[in-house]
């Protein structure tokens, strides 16, 4: 039986054992992670804990919500496998009563009733261990190494979040002031946990040039966030830096797959792929019953 729980029932310690033995879990989906990036969340329970589907729903004055918060890239089943139907079903129904839906899952579980556009993520297998996988990232890790910028050091959670601002409000500015506090947060108490860890490279002043954020359990690591300056792009340290972390992880875990967190935008893909990862295909759930005027400002 699935039954719907809200956040105050539900039991974390059974819920972070089942994501902690699922093999498609990924490491944001850690009540920790989920209590600051998502709070209030619920979710969908199949019996005690055999399987969950996270949910993200929320009034707003008059209209309900069902969006996926910032630091979060997708959702599904999770545990044993059987329950799909009933996870539909049950998702259909929620559906029904909220008015404004946008998350990332399955195709399996997309609503035929309301519409589905297709996603993509990135996801690198390691099946032949690390190694150059394409051209691109061979010539690039070469780059970094000729220019002596190879030295890698665990960045503070508040420069990194302050770079991480400053370049992106350079490029259009995406998140809001709070998801910056957010992000500096989950950076922190991530850290804290164990499952999470920031790596960078500086320049001879002692600048960091580039740094990135990830979140590791058994079997899959995830990129949430990095940022670099122009020096980085130049030498290519990201790259760099992102093939010594994985040597890192796989010598203690060959089982490892590596999570870009996926786009959309041909260019950010394109990136992703000079690693050697490959898309796994998804699909967006949309529904939008907002009055006309903010449909204007809330949208996928």
């Known amino acids: 039986m699935v039954t719907h729980i809200q956040h105050q029932q539900l039991d974390f310690k059974k819920w972070d054992a089942l994501i902690l033995r699922t093999p498609d879990a990924d490491p944001f989906l850690l009540s920790s992670w989920l209590n600051v990036a998502a709070p209030g969340w619920s979710a969908l329970v199949a019996n005690d804990y055999e399987a969950v589907f996270p949910v993200f729903s929320a009034k707003k004055m008059l209209w309900s919500f069902f969006d996926l918060p910032n630091f979060i890239q997708k959702i599904g089943i999770y545990g044993a496998e059987g329950f799909e139907k009933e996870f539909a079903s049950q998702l259909h129904a929620l559906h029904t009563s909220i008015d404004f839906i946008c998350y990332v899952t399955d195709s399996v579980l997309g609503d035929t009733h309301i519409e589905n556009r297709p996603r993509r993520h990135q996801l690198l297998q390691l099946k032949e261990g690390v190694r150059f996988p394409t051209k691109v990232w061979g010539r690039n890790i070469r780059k970094a190494e000729a220019a002596a910028l190879t030295e890698i050091t665990a960045v503070p959670a508040d420069i990194f979040v302050q770079a991480l601002k400053h ?130 400002v809330k949208h996928a």
């Open 167 to 296: 370049e992106l409000i350079e490029r259009g500015r995406p998140y809001a002031e709070k998801d910056y506090q957010k992000l500096l947060r989950l950076a922190k108490e991530s850290s804290a946990a164990g499952y999470g860890f920031i790596e960078g490279i500086k320049d001879e002043t002692g600048t960091f040039t580039c740094g990135q954020f990830y979140l590791y359990i058994t079997g899959k690591i995830y990129l949430v966030a990095c940022f670099s300056n122009e020096k980085a792009r130049e030498h290519s340290l990201l790259h760099y830096l992102l093939y010594k972390i994985i040597q890192q992880k796989y010598e203690q875990d060959t089982t490892m797959r590596v999570h870009f967190g996926g786009s959309n935008i041909p260019v950010i893909a394109d990136f992703n792929k000079n690693f050697g990862a490959t898309d796994e295909e998804f699909v967006l759930v949309y529904k939008n019953n907002l009055p006309f005027l903010l449909r204007l």
